[in-house]
């Protein structure tokens, strides 16, 4: 059984006598948690199964000395990464421009590289937002804190 249904379950009467006000500080107690685990991955260049991000094509032309950055250092900033919280639900979402770059890397999409040229390109599939195991354990016990308060 999930951890976030055996937090529905036994608590729902106890989330439903909150008033809609304790419910979006909860959801967005949550919404930041889930925001930080998620930069967190995305720093560590991970899947949210585990498993590492298909690494970078190799570029035609590097130059000798360049600095190397690691993959979505500004879309994993808050500026970027927003988080959404209503009394019925709470959301990690990507803002901006990032959005389109961060949905085709979601999904492992086409996409035009440069206006110029034209060139479209297949990026390789890397799951910027999702749940992993541990993010389910931080919504059950943000909610029981939460209840118990």
Avoid at 69 to 96: D, H, W, Y
Avoid at 116 to 132: D, M
């Amino acid at each position: 059984m999930d951890p976030i249904d055996r937090i529905s379950a036994p608590f729902q009467g106890l989330l439903d006598n909150l008033s809609p006000k304790g419910r979006r500080a909860l959801a967005r107690d949550i919404a930041r948690q889930l925001r930080a685990s998620n930069t967190k991955r995305i720093a560590s260049q991970q899947n949210p199964d585990g498993t590492p991000f298909a690494p970078r094509k190799t570029q035609a032309r590097r130059r000798r000395g360049s600095i190397r950055r690691t993959m979505f250092s500004k879309m994993r900033t808050a500026r970027f990464l927003k988080i959404e919280a209503t009394p019925e639900s709470a959301a990690v979402v990507i803002s901006g421009r990032a959005a389109r770059i961060a949905q085709v890397h979601q999904f492992g999409l086409r996409d035009r590289v440069n206006a110029k040229r034209g060139l479209i390109v297949q990026y390789a599939r890397r799951e910027l937002l999702g749940f992993t195991e541990q993010d389910k354990r931080i919504v059950a016990d943000t909610t029981l804190n939460h209840l118990a308060k």
